[in-house]
């Protein structure tokens, strides 16, 4: 049984494994820090039985910057959820870990009254889209050049 904790510092020495997917985005340990400090309600483990990390998702709350000033604008996003990282590592996938760990942060968000939940994936992460449509999102826009894939793929 999956056992679901909040994200812990020492976490970060033990989530390797769960990293190594060519798809899961990584970053430095102060990223992480970060978060830990300041979304700690917004970045949970999962543990096997055996207490290994078989996933984890982390997020922030955010607005639009200077908010009152971009509220008529059509790029102006209200107080929300992100998810920044969503992962599960390969001997956990298809178990509905993904979504047990996306209803936590959805309800992270809404216990900080967050509008809705957002978060951006690779346009070539296919597998990422449908399990995020399966959840119930859906494509508002696509941000050319987030990801620089175009610049990995020309290397």
């Known amino acids: 049984m999956t056992t679901l904790r909040p994200f812990s510092a020492l976490d970060v020495l033990k989530f390797n494994p769960t990293n190594l997917d060519p798809l899961t985005e990584t970053y430095d340990l102060s990223f992480y820090f970060s978060y830990l400090a300041q979304w700690p309600h917004l970045f949970t483990v999962a543990l096997s039985p055996s207490s290994t990390i078989t996933g984890y998702i982390m997020g922030k709350t955010e607005s639009s910057p200077q908010a009152l000033l971009l509220s008529k ?19 956990a996938r298809r178990l509905g870990l993904a979504r047990t760990l996306s209803q936590v942060l959805e309800k992270g968000g809404d216990e900080y009254d967050a509008w809705f939940v957002d978060l951006f994936v690779r346009k070539s992460n296919l597998i990422a889209q449908e399990l995020y449509k399966g959840l119930g999102y859906s494509v508002f826009r696509t941000v050319k050049g987030y990801y620089n894939e175009f610049v990995r793929e020309k290397r």
């Not at 604008?73 to 001997?91: D, F, G, K, M, R």
């Open 73 to 91: 604008s059509p790029h102006y996003l209200p107080w929300h959820a992100h998810i920044t990282a969503l992962t599960v590592s390969p001997s």
